[in-house]
């Protein structure tokens, strides 16, 4: 082998190089850094295994008569953890069900957590399992593409797309 031979554009493309995880990728994320895509479609995947397995068990396995309430709260449980799966594979345009995800955790650990925490009862309850998965948030708010949302879902294309 040539030590000399140039390497084509699509050859270099190819390669994996740990830094450019880091960089923004315009040409297949719209700007947002592969490590924000990796984590995020491993937090999609984690929705999809655990959360979609636990719901769709109650789900099915349930006999008798539903408290309304509960049966909310897992029906959402269910259909957002298996639309989680479609983040695997489309994670941008899935991002707001991980914002759904911050934020419902997120209301959770200020309205409930954190009242029992700053009173000392939170050890013990039956609060304290939930809070400490729910306190796991801290990772997709660090990698969810802030600014992307922003540009995406605060401030709208102002420009006019030509026909």
């Known amino acids: 082998m040539n030590t000399t031979e140039q390497v084509s554009p699509e050859q270099k493309q190819t390669?994996?190089?740990?830094?450019?995880?880091?960089?923004p990728d315009y040409?297949?994320?719209e700007g947002v850094r592969r490590i924000n895509i990796y984590v995020m479609r491993l937090f999609f995947a984690l929705m999809f295994v655990f959360v979609a397995t636990d719901s769709w068990t109650v789900i099915l396995t349930h006999e008798g008569d539903?408290?309304?309430t509960r049966a909310?709260?897992?029906?959402c449980w269910a259909a957002y953890s298996t639309l989680a799966l479609l983040g695997v594979f489309h994670t941008l345009?899935?991002?707001p069900i991980m914002l759904f995800m911050i934020f419902y955790k997120g209301l959770w650990l200020a309205v409930v957590a954190y009242p029992l925490?700053?009173?000392?009862?939170l050890e013990g309850s039956p609060a304290e399992g939930m809070a400490y998965m729910f306190s796991g948030i801290i990772i997709p708010i660090l990698f969810v593409p802030w600014k992307y949302v922003f540009k995406k879902y605060i401030l709208f294309d102002t420009k006019k797309k030509s026909v």
Request: glycine fraction near 4%; charged fraction near 20%; proline fraction near 4%.
């Open 66 to 68: 539903w408290d309304p």
């Open 72 to 75: 909310v709260a897992w029906c």
């Open 93 to 95: 345009r899935m991002l």
């Open 15 to 23: 390669k994996f190089r740990i830094k450019n995880i880091f960089l």
């Open 27 to 29: 040409e297949n994320y």
């Open 117 to 121: 925490w700053s009173a000392g009862t």
